[in-house]
């Protein structure tokens, strides 16, 4: 996983509450190989005007151009903003899969759903909570303002608005840690690689044979 | 100091580090791979640079999506593009890191949790995972298995470690000896018609009793592929004579100058006389019947000469509403006897009954029968390519061709219906494998879980019929000769 570094990110709004997993990469999908290459097919039943399935060129599909992260001025985007329980519904790993491919490195909402939560940050997307109000007011900002940015420092826990306000966010201090080192699960465990190296030395002495 | 469970010595066996808080990093010896759960893993080696800590301890197969007509063209004979690309994922992820894979026309391919006890890949002792939730079946050789998700994969991929809280000990004691006719199958039904789907979550299960004692190793794989239909992530059986003789000499097995050092380990693995379990259940042996499942959760669940439940009779109102959705779905009348239930499809298969053992007993049932000519298709997949060929080597295909049954290469084939081999909407299965889900094998098909036994006597008779009493009627045909 990419370390998380600060950078100053253009926002894409999303005006909805209770964004789920389905809408957010739908089920046919998920027949994928992969990991990665979701990204044209975050919202695919809203981007598109017609039915998608796997292995298409998506390129060729025709875009609804109601919806709103097809806005010219919203490409590019690394930061989205949502409404309360963002992420809800089936615990799809694939829907942060396909935020993350389409270039999503923050998501900001009132809340969120657990799952979805927890995945964000396996991923390196980092869930950011802040109320309810304070959205209201971003969501006007961005709406207002072509190329509207937000400086993210996950460090210090903060977002910058362009006329300088600082807004404070809460991360728990492990989460936040893995984040900032670039580290998933595995990234952990192999901090412990001498551990697992030293058990495999004791092992392969009582049972020679699980070692073949 | 009170002894250690079976569970309890297998966790402190493979314990590499334990935090605080009872997290544990936990060493896994053995990682089977099929090819619907392990794409996103080997993606993510790649995207991250990493490589496996230790190929060797990896056995792939594909199963899931292979199909089980004539594939003498291998992959190529997958006709859905998206399960083919699949199984060619898999193989050219086995390719790129040097991982042992049974390719679709290897003979030794077949169901993920067949091949491995098979091959001797499993093995006492071990910690075994996949990413499949039927990967309890391994804990029959006194080995603690369990199933992962892709995620999971990854991290054993990369780290042959597995972050873990340790379970609690549930044991199961099997009573006094199984009545004829009665098989694994009917024993773990029962105990899951007891316990309940959720009965063992939070626990992991060990297997006990002379009943259990008195199982071949097939029937032991049969009753802990089940514990995670009986909500707990693991089931297991101690290790005995029987265990020992089943793996001596398998390809995996321990060669012959580690064979003694092995077996003295091994013997270890039983739980002390004076472990203490977190809960006890104790069945009696002998007043199990064959069973029939009527619903759709394996819990839901009768003796063959039963009645189907009536939802009235239940007080809980959301088991009674859940009892009056699963008949509704399952297109069955409270009250009505369970022979009376008309089958249109059989399937005999699946990781669950799909050994040598199982094939055995369909074929005894087979034998000089026909399958009933309202059946519409009565289906035989052996679990593997070498479980085929003893079949065949024994005759058991000429009985069932004999018979009218399709004979078929290995797979998982309709146990989840992601290859061609499904049930049509309405259409009413006897089914060997583990779960009558609503649409599980197919949109709108309906699954009875039985044995083997009980699975090719509802074929000979049209509906489900006491494989007691058909024993008892001699075949109309002698044994293996064409009608
Ligand atoms: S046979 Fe069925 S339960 Fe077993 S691994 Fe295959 S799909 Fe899963």
């Known amino acids: 996983m990419e370390k998380f570094t600060p950078f100053d990110g253009l926002v894409a709004p999303l005006d909805r509450a209770n964004v789920d997993t389905d809408a957010i990469i739908p089920k046919q999908y998920l027949k994928s190989v992969k990991r990665s290459g979701f990204g044209p097919n975050l919202f695919d039943d809203w981007r598109y005007l017609s039915a998608g399935e796997p292995g298409q060129d998506h390129r060729r599909r025709p875009l609804n151009p109601d919806f709103v992260l097809n806005q010219p001025r919203y490409a590019g985007a690394q ?29 900001i909402a009132p809340s969120f759903a657990d799952i979805f939560f927890n995945n964000c940050f396996k991923n390196g997307v980092l869930p950011v909570v802040l109320d309810a109000a304070v959205l209201d007011r971003l969501f006007a900002a961005v709406a207002e303002t072509d190329g509207y940015r937000l400086r993210v420092d996950l460090e210090s826990q903060t977002l910058t608005t362009p006329a300088g306000e600082c807004l404070t966010f809460e991360v728990e201090a492990f989460r936040k840690y893995c984040l900032l080192q670039g580290l998933d699960d595995i990234g952990l465990t192999l901090q412990h690689a001498d551990d697992i190296r030293a058990y495999e030395a004791r092992r392969r002495q009582q049972a020679p044979w699980l070692f073949a | 100091m009170t002894g250690r469970t079976l569970y309890d010595k297998l966790w402190d066996m493979h314990l590499v580090r334990e935090e605080a808080d009872g997290t544990a990093l936990l060493y896994i010896d053995r990682h089977l791979v099929h090819e619907v759960t392990s ?16 190929t060797a301890s990896v056995l792939a197969v594909p199963d899931h999506n292979v199909p089980t007509t004539p594939r003498g063209q291998g992959v190529a004979d997958i006709a859905d593009p998206v399960s083919r690309i699949q199984v060619e994922t898999l193989d050219r992820n086995c390719a790129d890191f040097g991982i042992n894979e049974f ?19 499993t093995l006492p002792g071990m910690t075994v995972v996949c990413g499949d939730s039927h990967t309890s079946t391994h804990g029959a050789f006194g080995a603690l298995a369990f199933g992962i998700g892709t995620s999971e994969v990854e991290h054993v991929l990369a780290t042959q470690c597995l972050i873990q809280k340790k379970s609690r000990n549930m044991q199961v004691r099997v009573e006094g000896e199984l009545r004829p006719g009665v098989t694994a199958k009917d ?39 089940m514990a995670i239909e009986a909500g707990a992530r693991a089931g297991m059986v101690a290790v005995d004579q029987t265990t020992l003789d089943y793996v001596a000499g398998r390809p995996f097995a321990p060669p012959p100058d580690q064979w003694p050092q092995a077996v003295a380990a ?17 069945v009696q042996a002998d007043a199990i019947s064959p069973q029939v499942t009527w619903g759709t959760s394996p819990e839901m669940v ?27 779905y399952m297109a069955l009348e ?6 009376d239930i008309r089958v249109d499809k059989v399937f005999i298969g699946s990781c669950t009954n799909s050994r040598i053992e199982d094939l055995r007993a369909a074929a005894a049932v087979a034998a000089g029968r026909r399958v009933a000519p309202t059946i519409k298709l009565a289906l035989v997949v052996p679990g593997s390519g070498l479980v085929k060929q003893q079949a065949e080597a024994e005759g058991l295909d000429a009985i069932f061709i004999a018979a009218g049954f399709e004979w078929r290469e290995p797979g998982c084939s309709m146990c989840l219906a992601m290859n061609a081999d499904r049930l049509e909407p309405g259409e009413r299965c006897a089914s060997t494998s583990n779960r009558n889900f609503e649409g599980r094998q197919g949109a709108g098909g309906r699954t009875h879980l039985v044995s083997p036994a009980m699975a090719a006597a509802a074929a000979v008779s049209g509906h489900f019929a006491d494989v007691r009493e058909l024993a008892a009627v ?4 002698p044994l293996g000769e064409p009608s």
């Open chain 2, 474 to 477: 001699a075949p109309a045909q």
């Open chain 2, 39 to 54: 794409p996103q893993a080997f993606e993510g080696l790649r995207l991250a640079a990493r490589q496996p800590w230790r």
């Open chain 2, 266 to 282: 091994w013997r270890e693995l039983v739980s002390d006389a004076d472990a203490e379990f977190d809960r006890v259940v104790t």
């Open chain 2, 302 to 328: 009768v003796a063959v000469d039963a009645r189907v439940p009536d939802p009235e009779g239940e007080i809980d109102p959301v088991k009674q509403s859940g009892m009056r959705k699963a008949l509704a």
């Open chain 2, 187 to 225: 024993v773990v039904l029962a105990i899951i018609g007891e316990i309940g789907t959720a009965g063992g979550t939070g626990y992991a299960i060990e297997f006990a009793g002379s009943a259990i004692a008195a199982l071949s190793m097939e029937g032991r794989m049969t009753v802990c592929n």
């Open chain 2, 334 to 339: 409270p009250g009505m006897p369970v022979t």
């Open chain 1, 79 to 107: 930061i989205l903003l949502g409404r309360q329980n963002f992420g809800c519904g089936s615990s799809r790993e694939h829907a942060v899969w396909a935020l993350e491919d389409a270039g999503f490195r923050v998501v």
């Open chain 2, 103 to 121: 390719a679709m026309n290897d003979v030794r391919q077949g169901i993920v949790h067949v091949i491995g006890p098979e091959q001797g890949a």
